[in-house]
């Protein structure tokens, strides 16, 4: 296993049907499963330099293929829709619709975020992480104002690559946070209304600041971790993550 793996706890006694609510989800994200006949399966995106993989352990986990590095595992405390500030009042939709939505309206993935809370993992052991990855990926920092640090590891799709793939992966070392969490972001065909009639509140909300972009949902799919899905609707003003590193991005280190 090369590049960049994100293990996602999903308990084998989750309440709503996991882990197979979630391969269903997944699938409809990423593609086919890698481990089509597994309970804890995988899925390969950007050629197998990014692995997110279903297991039954208690945290949420980031693993890099150098293995005197060491993966950086973050508790967790159950999921739940809270995790952003502005979303405390957000209901999970079911699996089903959202893999039904995905399945008609997803155009591309555009990248995965992992938000770690600070009180999860030192600041040291995420430096020496980040720096790991760094050796696979090119990370970029993100210079925001009135924010923490934000390393982007680029990773776009090249031309000719056969699976899926993300254009970033997002690690943000947040020392604000209660609960660590992970998110992915799908650009979809959808415009801003059809987007909203999909998921009405309280079933679908904005972030503060990200309503001209995506709207957000999180899904009752039995993941042991805070997740949620960041849908970019058509017409929407999101950029790409190139145009963002340009504009306020530099070289970690």
Same mark, same amino acid.
């Given at each position: 296993?090369?590049?960049?793996?994100?293990?996602?706890?999903?308990?084998?006694?989750?309440?709503?049907?996991?882990?197979?609510?979630?391969?269903?989800?997944?699938?409809?994200?990423?593609?086919?499963?890698?481990?089509?006949?597994?309970?804890?399966?995988?899925?390969?995106?950007? $050629?197998?330099?990014?692995?997110?993989?279903?297991?039954? !352990?208690?945290? *949420?986990?980031?693993?890099?293929?150098?293995?005197?590095?060491?993966?950086?595992?973050?508790?967790?405390?159950?999921?739940?829709?809270?995790?952003?500030?502005?979303?405390?009042?957000?209901?999970?939709?079911?699996?089903?619709?959202?893999?039904?939505?995905?399945?008609?309206?997803?155009?591309?993935?555009?990248?995965?975020?992992?938000?770690?809370?600070?009180?999860?993992?030192?600041?040291? +052991?995420?430096?020496?992480?980040?720096?790991?990855?760094?050796?696979?990926?090119?990370?970029?920092? *993100?210079?925001?104002?009135?924010?923490?640090?934000?390393? %982007?590891?680029?990773?776009?799709?090249? !031309?000719?690559?056969?699976?899926?793939?993300? +254009?970033?992966?997002?690690?943000?070392?947040?020392?604000?946070?209660?609960?660590?969490?992970?998110?992915?972001?799908?650009?979809?065909?959808?415009?801003?209304?059809?987007?909203?009639?999909?998921?009405?509140?309280?079933?679908?909300?904005?972030?503060?600041? $990200? !309503?001209?972009?995506?709207?957000?949902?999180?899904?009752?799919?039995? %993941?042991?971790?805070?997740?949620?899905?960041?849908?970019?609707?058509?017409?929407?003003?999101?950029?790409?993550?190139? !145009?963002?590193?340009?504009?306020?991005?530099?070289?970690?280190?």
């Amino acid at each position: 296993m090369s590049g960049l793996a994100i293990d996602v706890p999903v308990p084998a006694t989750g309440q709503v049907g996991a882990p197979l609510s979630c391969r269903a989800l997944f699938d409809a994200l990423f593609g086919a499963s890698v481990l089509a006949d597994d309970d804890r399966p995988c899925w390969a995106l950007n $050629d197998g330099e990014l692995t997110i993989r279903v297991t039954s !352990e208690a945290d *949420l986990s980031l693993r890099t293929a150098e293995q005197q590095t060491s993966p950086l595992r973050i508790a967790v405390s159950g999921g739940g829709a809270a995790v952003v500030p502005g979303l405390g009042g957000l209901e999970a939709s079911s699996s089903s619709v959202l893999r039904s939505f995905l399945l008609e309206q997803c155009a591309v993935l555009d990248h995965i975020g992992i938000n770690l809370a600070s009180a999860a993992v030192s600041e040291t +052991h995420w430096k020496a992480f980040v720096a790991s990855v760094d050796r696979s990926w090119p990370v970029h920092v *993100l210079d925001l104002p009135a924010s923490d640090v934000v390393a %982007i590891a680029l990773a776009p799709p090249q !031309e000719g690559t056969t699976g899926r793939g993300v +254009h970033a992966v997002e690690i943000v070392y947040d020392r604000r946070a209660q609960q660590s969490s992970w998110h992915v972001c799908a650009r979809v065909r959808s415009d801003k209304a059809a987007t909203e009639r999909a998921f009405p509140a309280p079933h679908g909300a904005y972030k503060p600041g $990200d !309503e001209p972009y995506f709207r957000s949902v999180t899904a009752a799919a039995g %993941i042991g971790v805070p997740f949620y899905l960041d849908l970019a609707f058509a017409g929407g003003a999101f950029p790409r993550w190139s !145009e963002i590193v340009a504009a306020m991005g530099r070289r970690w280190g």
